[in-house]
């Protein structure tokens, strides 16, 4: 999952991306309004963290104008403690949750995956595809029983392919879900990492898992089914 934070506080900006890293998180992040809402609207994110007081355009107008595009991608916004205005305006706007500073990190990781979970409706933590299993918190691959281990990459990767089985994903959509923005789009490393997890996924399994789609990407799906 990839995460755009707009903070122009620098230590909370490290403080988010480095917990969010940990947690498997791909992030990118801006310190300035308009930076941020260039790369929102440029990039397809699965969540925004955004700051409320921020140079150049402030969270709740950078919100309003994501939702004037239509663009339903879910929003929290971070604001100082007891700005009541703010969170009426941001909920007006059309945040999804809301979470006043200063907060503990673990506080915030779990309104993160309580929003991620609504917005997929998938209302689990654990992903399942064929005799694959994903735990989303404990980060633990599973199929047939035994336990898979990824590094960070692959498990992105992973993540990304069972949050949208049986669907064609082209080299774009993966890298906007899974790499950050300094991914150099011109070398080969989604093939690289695809084979990596493929090695680990589906080697010694008579039914595959992962698939190429020459031309076009890559599709997690059950063999017999096109
Ligand atoms: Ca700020």
Redesign the pocket.
């Known amino acids: 999952m990839k995460v755009l934070v707009v903070?122009?506080?620098q230590k909370?900006a490290n403080f988010l991306q480095k917990g969010l890293k940990e947690e498997q998180f791909v992030v990118d992040v801006a310190y300035d309004g308009l930076e941020g809402e260039a790369m929102a609207l440029e990039n397809e994110y699965d969540l925004i963290l955004l700051?409320?007081?921020?140079?150049g355009k402030d969270g709740v107008a950078i919100l309003e104008t994501l939702r004037a595009r239509k663009l339903e991608i879910p929003v929290i916004m971070?604001t100082a403690k007891d700005m009541v205005v703010d969170k009426l305006k941001g909920f007006e706007a059309g945040c999804d949750d809301y979470i006043p500073k200063p907060f503990s990190f673990e506080e915030l990781l779990a309104r993160v995956r309580a929003v991620l979970r609504r917005h997929s409706g998938a209302g689990t933590n654990v992903l399942n595809f064929a005799d694959l299993t994903l735990d989303l918190i404990s980060h633990k691959v599973i199929r047939g029983g035994k336990e898979i281990e990824l590094t960070a990459k692959e498990y992105s990767l992973m993540e990304y392919l069972m949050r949208n089985p049986n669907r064609v994903l082209t080299r774009t959509m993966i890298t906007q879900h899974v790499w950050d923005y300094n991914f150099d789009s011109f070398t080969n490393v989604i093939d690289v990492y695809v084979n990596y997890l493929r090695n680990k996924v589906d080697r010694g399994f008579s039914q595959k898992l992962i698939h190429t789609v020459r031309g076009v990407g890559y599709i997690l799906k059950e063999s017999d089914k096109q």
């Open positions: 903070e122009d506080e909370v700051d409320v007081m921020l140079p971070l």
